[in-house]
């Protein structure tokens, strides 16, 4: 039974591959070059396990289209989120795949550069970490409705799965531009604070703010279950950055100018030397300089370490537990 009619039936093949990542990515990779209206997803294992498959990332995947004018639309699904599962099944190491992004850390676009569709198109890839079906669904779907393609590197987190938190309405899918709720925007570079409502780029001002957070991934509703458990705060406004590649210079610069007077936290689960922090830091103080704002971001986050996460489950509840409270009191 097909519950879409008018679809003609297609074969549906379910076989077992080999446990090889270099071996099933080459493969994947491939298929979308010889498919390319296809929507290609591989997803590693739980863990790091996308390290055994660099080569295919380094040599073709990230660098592909630049050495042979070859366009890709792989999906890379990548599981990663600390949630005290040890070190090989927290990290997917997201500071790698962001190293390897071809865009100028110390310059801000102009206008032109600034479009959407270009600023990709001109990139080696995409890396997002996101936080709501709605906005995981509007991903995947360009990947394919565009008239161009660019391979997609995604930060998976398992306990979103069932977070009642991490939720849609139905009309969020929609593809309308009648849709008051989608305001012209299906997927989201950025997810501003719950309680703004302005999409100008010249945003009604909130001077009041004393500081403003920005994240990425799941993180994001550890910071807003504490900033509700601290009650009485409602001086600190919590922005997601769900398209970290190509970084989303113009919707930072409009949170920016909303809370001038706001003191800028960026907030990560990964430690120091990991995860996004050397990717954020040096384009927040490009977009500091570009609107002559005094101060720095500051972080809040794990130490660095040679290991992704602590093997004891304790020693991460507090190691959560402290850098979430960092970043909100």
Same mark, same amino acid.
């Given at each position: 039974?097909?519950?879409?009619?008018?679809?003609?039936?297609?074969?549906?093949?379910?076989?077992?591959?080999?446990?090889?990542?270099?071996?099933?990515?080459?493969?994947?990779?491939?298929?979308?070059?010889?498919?390319?209206?296809?929507?290609?997803?591989?997803?590693?294992?739980?863990?790091?396990?996308?390290?055994?498959?660099?080569?295919?990332?380094?040599?073709?995947? @990230?660098?592909?289209?630049?050495?042979?004018?070859?366009?890709?639309?792989?999906?890379?699904?990548?599981?990663?989120?600390?949630?005290?599962?040890?070190?090989?099944?927290?990290?997917?190491?997201?500071?790698?795949?962001?190293?390897?992004?071809?865009?100028?850390?110390?310059?801000?676009?102009?206008?032109?550069?600034?479009?959407?569709?270009?600023?990709?198109?001109?990139?080696?890839?995409?890396?997002?970490?996101?936080?709501?079906?709605?906005?995981?669904?509007?991903?995947?779907?360009?990947?394919?409705?565009?008239?161009?393609?660019?391979?997609?590197?995604?930060?998976?987190?398992?306990?979103?799965?069932?977070?009642?938190?991490?939720?849609?309405?139905?009309?969020?899918?929609?593809? @309308?531009?009648?849709?008051?709720?989608?305001?012209?925007?299906?997927?989201?570079?950025?997810?501003?604070?719950?309680? @703004?409502?302005?999409?100008?780029?010249?945003?009604?001002?909130?001077?009041?703010?004393?500081?403003?957070?920005?994240?990425?991934?799941?993180?994001?509703?550890?910071?807003?279950?504490?900033?509700?458990?601290?009650?009485?705060?409602?001086?600190?406004?919590?922005?997601?950055?769900?398209?970290?590649?190509?970084?989303?210079?113009?919707?930072?610069?409009?949170?920016?100018?909303?809370?001038?007077?706001?003191?800028?936290?960026?907030?990560?689960?990964?430690?120091?030397?990991?995860?996004?922090?050397?990717?954020?830091?040096?384009?927040?103080?490009?977009?500091?300089?570009?609107?002559?704002?005094?101060?720095?971001?500051?972080?809040?986050?794990?130490?660095?370490?040679?290991?992704?996460?602590?093997?004891?489950?304790?020693?991460?509840?507090?190691?959560?537990?402290?850098?979430?409270?960092?970043?909100?009191?």
């Amino acid at each position: 039974y097909s519950g879409i009619p008018g679809r003609q039936e297609k074969f549906f093949t379910v076989c077992n591959s080999s446990l090889s990542e270099y071996g099933v990515l080459g493969f994947e990779l491939g298929y979308s070059l010889e498919h390319p209206n296809c929507l290609v997803l591989w997803e590693a294992q739980f863990g790091d396990f996308a390290n055994t498959a660099q080569v295919i990332i380094d040599q073709f995947i @990230s660098s592909g289209e630049a050495k042979w004018l070859r366009q890709s639309g792989i999906t890379l699904l990548l599981p990663h989120g600390y949630d005290g599962q040890g070190p090989e099944h927290s990290s997917a190491r997201l500071e790698r795949f962001l190293q390897m992004s071809d865009e100028d850390p110390t310059k801000f676009p102009d206008a032109m550069e600034m479009g959407r569709r270009m600023q990709i198109q001109e990139g080696n890839w995409q890396i997002c970490n996101v936080t709501t079906p709605a906005n995981y669904y509007h991903m995947l779907r360009r990947q394919v409705h565009r008239e161009f393609r660019k391979p997609l590197v995604v930060m998976s987190p398992k306990n979103l799965l069932r977070h009642p938190k991490a939720v849609s309405k139905l009309d969020e899918f929609d593809n @309308s531009d009648a849709n008051d709720s989608l305001q012209g925007v299906r997927f989201k570079r950025l997810i501003m604070d719950k309680s @703004s409502t302005s999409r100008s780029f010249d945003p009604p001002i909130e001077d009041k703010v004393k500081r403003v957070v920005f994240c990425s991934g799941k993180v994001y509703y550890d910071l807003d279950d504490e900033r509700d458990v601290a009650k009485n705060i409602d001086d600190v406004k919590i922005c997601r950055i769900e398209q970290l590649s190509p970084f989303p210079w113009d919707l930072v610069k409009r949170e920016l100018r909303r809370y001038p007077n706001a003191e800028v936290v960026w907030c990560q689960e990964e430690p120091m030397n990991m995860g996004a922090w050397w990717h954020i830091q040096p384009r927040m103080s490009t977009i500091f300089k570009y609107l002559e704002r005094e101060g720095e971001i500051r972080y809040a986050g794990r130490r660095p370490a040679a290991s992704p996460a602590t093997g004891y489950a304790q020693i991460h509840a507090k190691e959560q537990a402290e850098l979430v409270s960092q970043a909100i009191r």
